[in-house]
């Protein structure tokens, strides 16, 4: 009778490991997208001078793209115009931001109508938005950078 009981509740606990649940443990808890869509104020760095309260929107393009967009870029009393960028925003390693990577051209009409390339790059999380901005063949400077930092 023993003997039995041993082999019943050992079907018993065989039975409850094999219907126990993961599911729990699948679930992505990280950061999504929509997270970091928003309005970032802060400062923005051009050739080691400051620009105070400078505003960057983020917003959702898709799952994967966010647009970068600086509007009314203005340095030295030149206006250098709006700064717009499709993103591709990839979730880091320990799923609490997004790298961006980006690139774009603008044409500014104070030089010209001229067009210069910019890349996009930086990270974002659903709190803080930190980038660099490189715009190349700008003249006489040949390369600019262009940094920014901003909270929601």
Do not use: H, R, W
Not at 7 to 34: H, K, P, Q, R, W
Not at 55 to 68: R, W
């Amino acid at each position: 009778m023993k003997k039995n009981l041993f082999y019943y509740l050992f079907a018993v606990i065989c039975s409850v490991t094999l219907f126990a649940s993961c599911s729990d443990d699948d679930e992505n808890t990280g950061l999504v997208i929509d997270q970091v869509v928003g309005t970032f104020t802060g400062n923005l760095e051009v050739l080691n001078q400051t620009i105070p309260n400078t505003s960057i929107s983020v917003t959702k393009v898709d799952a994967n793209t966010v647009k970068v967009e600086l509007k009314d870029f203005t340095f030295a009393n030149m206006p250098i115009g709006d700064i717009s960028a499709d993103c591709k925003a990839t979730l880091d390693k320990d799923g609490d931001g997004f790298e961006l990577n980006g690139t774009t051209t603008l044409t500014v009409v104070a030089l010209g109508n001229i067009e210069l390339p910019i890349v996009i790059t930086g990270e974002v999380d659903a709190k803080e938005l930190d980038i660099d901005i490189n715009i190349t063949n700008v003249p006489m400077l040949n390369a600019l950078k262009v940094e920014f930092e901003g909270t929601k």
